[in-house]
Every structure is written in structure tokens, then in C-alpha cells.
């Protein structure tokens, strides 16, 4: 079955820094959405995007999704402190919102 | 801003046990989840309900689990005998008609001893 997989990854910088992380996946996908997971929290949704849709933005985050590839980048600009989290991606195959998570990038933002 | 919550926050419980995790989900969504994530590693779909039926379901929900909207607003997961692999961070989600995006809770713990 297909899974969302980031690249293990645990990112350290400053504030102010851009962070980027990558996912791949294996089969065709409907969507791709990102979480964030703060520290033995509830995971937030922060963005989604279509299978037919190679780029989103929202606020300070940018989504990449190229198919061809089965890859996604999540970029956070301007990182800020309270960034610090662990981010994944989860990829949805039948769009039947049966939602499959990598493993998660722990990002951790530098006051 | 509506949020789904879950209670317990920690459960603790025996080995042959029963568990009822419980949920709220946002009032006017349709679509109902539980992942599970155990320590360490990925978070996992366990189902998804819809209509007061389960939609989906993946090889982890046997039959020592079960799902039900016992009324208009929760949304509970049952483990009719716990095992010490059951040990992991359960989270209910929810959706509403025609969106993709799942609001998750913040999760039950549920320690088997």
C-alpha cells in the first residue's frame, strides 16, 4: 500500500531561516496534505494539495507536488520559534480520506 | 474555533481489559476517524465512519475493536481486550461533506499493563 515518507530528517536552525523538508510516496495519489504535531499534541492540518495542483501556498508555507516524481517539499519561510514541531505529510490514494503518514520531519526553530 | 476533543487524555488499563476511548467531533462535520501512533512510529488509520456505518477499515481493526456514534455527538472507540501492542496515542478525527481535510483531537494515551 501506499505511504507517505518523508526523508528522515530532524532540521536545527535559527530563527528567521527557511525549512524545508521532503516526502515521497509510492503509488498515485488523490491529495497530499501536511500536519504539524507539537510535542504530544493533536496533529493541526496545515495544507492540502491536489493531485492535479503542482504548487500551494498559505501564509508562511509553501507546497510543491510533482507527480512524476511522487514527491512533495513543504517550505516553511521566515521560521519562527514556534514552528518547532514535527511535520508530516500524509498521502490520500482513493481521495476516501484513508489518510497514510510518513514517519515526520522534527523541525526545531533556534530563538 | 471548533476543535474535536477526546477524553481520556491518559488511560491506563490491565492486559484482557476493555476500553472505551471517546470522542467529539466537530458538530457539523459527517466523516469520523481513529488513527492510532504508536511510540516512535507512524501514525496509523485505523477506520473511518460515515452515515453510522463503517466506511473503511484497515488490518489493524479486528474484531477486538468497534466504533460507535452512541448519539448526536460522540464517537467512541472500543478495544474489547486490551494487549500490551494496543499501548499507543489514539486519535479520533473528524471531516465534514465534500472536504478532504481531517481536524484531529488531541489525542487519548492508552497504556496497557
Known amino acids: 500500500s501506499q505511504q507517505g515518507e518523508e526523508d528522515p530528517q530532524a532540521l536545527s536552525i535559527q530563527e528567521g531561516e527557511n525549512a524545508t523538508m521532503n516526502c515521497s510516496y509510492k503509488?498515485?495519489?488523490?491529495?497530499l496534505q501536511w500536519y504539524r504535531q507539537n510535542s504530544g499534541r493533536g496533529l493541526v492540518h496545515l495544507i492540502l494539495?491536489?493531485?492535479?495542483?503542482r504548487e500551494k501556498h498559505s501564509g508562511r508555507l509553501r507546497v510543491t507536488l510533482d507527480t512524476s516524481k511522487k514527491s512533495s517539499s513543504l517550505l516553511i519561510t521566515a521560521s519562527r520559534a514556534a514552528d518547532t514541531a514535527s511535520y508530516f505529510c500524509?498521502?490520500?490514494?482513493?481521495?476516501?480520506?484513508?489518510?497514510?503518514f510518513g514517519k515526520g520531519n522534527q523541525v526545531v526553530v533556534i530563538p | 474555533e471548533p476543535e474535536v476533543t477526546q477524553t481520556p487524555s491518559h488511560q491506563v488499563t490491565q492486559m484482557g481489559q476493555e476500553v472505551i476511548l471517546r470522542c467529539v467531533p466537530i458538530?457539523?462535520?459527517?466523516?469520523f476517524y481513529w488513527y492510532r501512533q504508536i511510540l516512535g512510529q507512524k501514525v496509523e488509520f485505523l477506520v473511518s465512519?460515515?452515515?453510522?456505518?463503517?466506511?473503511?477499515k484497515s488490518e489493524i481493526f479486528d474484531d477486538q475493536f468497534s466504533v460507535e456514534r452512541p448519539d448526536g455527538s460522540n464517537f467512541t472507540l472500543k478495544i474489547r481486550s486490551t494487549k500490551l501492542e494496543d499501548s499507543a496515542m489514539y486519535f479520533c478525527?473528524?471531516?465534514?461533506?465534500?472536504?478532504?481535510?481531517?481536524?484531529f483531537g488531541p489525542g487519548t494515551r492508552l497504556t496497557v499493563t
Open positions: 500524509a498521502t490520500d490514494y482513493y481521495g476516501n480520506n484513508r489518510l497514510a
Open positions: 465512519f460515515y452515515n453510522n456505518e463503517i466506511s473503511e
Open positions: 503509488t498515485s495519489i488523490n491529495n
Open positions: 494539495i491536489r493531485s492535479n495542483e
Open positions: 458538530s457539523n462535520h459527517l466523516y
Open positions: 478525527a473528524s471531516s465534514a461533506n465534500g472536504s478532504y481535510e481531517q481536524y
